[in-house]
């Protein structure tokens, strides 16, 4: 093949290349489905340390990402074993923070049934509130906490769920677990008052603002592929997509 053949062929086999979507950097959402434009970022006096799985770093859903570029102050952490990670141990040695794990189980201080004053004495006002967050399935969840030795001995808060999760667009293991980005505005609602943050002024509902925005525009794809109808498109058995609606 001659350098013209070689040329030509080479332009065509561009020409009929599939062209990737681009995403947007800071959601890694395609750009005809960001969210970045609902983000309204605020504090809600309490420091997040999200620890995202890199499985969750993948999916561009994923409401540990979407929590951290609402939250001020927040931090998100890649990792799977956070033992040796030097900014979680950073965080976990600073003397003006007092350092908490949201994380379900008989250990945990259920944050539900206490009152106010209750809540409050919990926490030393002198120090920085710091919940660290695992951002993963309830399986790589539980194997994250049971790599990370500096996370073992951190003290655990839960809650119990009011109502079922929105998170309509991926399957959980039942419709009281809830997604990050939903646990993290619960906690805000039952943490913070003893924080010093206005829980009347709504503010953290700016949260599920983003959260249900990108719930119903996900759902909206669903329905249209479902008119489309083609045989050759993938479609999930009806057990699973009978939630969608």
């Not at 030509?8 to 009929?16: G, H, I, N, P, W």
Request: glycine content about 2%; proline content about 6%.
């Amino acid at each position: 093949m001659n350098l013209k053949d070689y040329l030509a062929l080479k332009e065509r086999l561009a020409a009929t290349a599939p062209t990737h979507r681009e995403l947007c950097t800071a959601c890694i959402q395609p750009r005809f489905s960001c969210y970045c434009r609902h983000i309204e970022r605020f504090h809600p006096n309490i420091d997040f340390v999200i620890l995202i799985h890199p499985i969750e770093v993948r999916r561009r859903i994923a409401t540990g990402r979407m929590s951290h570029l609402c939250l001020e102050g927040s931090y998100l952490i890649r990792g799977q074993n956070y033992t040796e990670v030097p900014e979680v141990n950073q965080i976990l040695a600073d003397p003006d923070r007092q350092c908490m794990i949201l994380y379900p189980g008989k250990t945990s201080t259920n944050l539900t049934p206490l009152k106010r004053d209750e809540r409050k004495a919990l926490f030393d006002s002198t120090k920085k509130l710091t919940l660290f967050v695992i951002d993963g399935t309830w399986l790589t969840a539980k194997k994250m906490m049971r790599q990370s030795q500096n996370l073992t001995n951190l003290p655990r808060l839960c809650f119990s769920p009011e109502k079922p999760s929105n998170f309509r667009v991926r399957k959980q293991p039942h419709q009281a677990c809830y997604s990050t980005l939903e646990a993290i505005h619960h906690t805000i609602e039952l943490l913070g008052d003893s924080q010093g943050f206005d829980i009347s002024s709504r503010t953290h509902d700016r949260l599920l603002k983003v959260f249900d925005s990108m719930v119903e525009l996900q759902l909206s794809f669903i329905r249209k592929a479902d008119e489309l109808d083609k045989p050759t498109r993938y479609r999930r058995p009806q057990t699973l997509r009978k939630n969608y609606a």
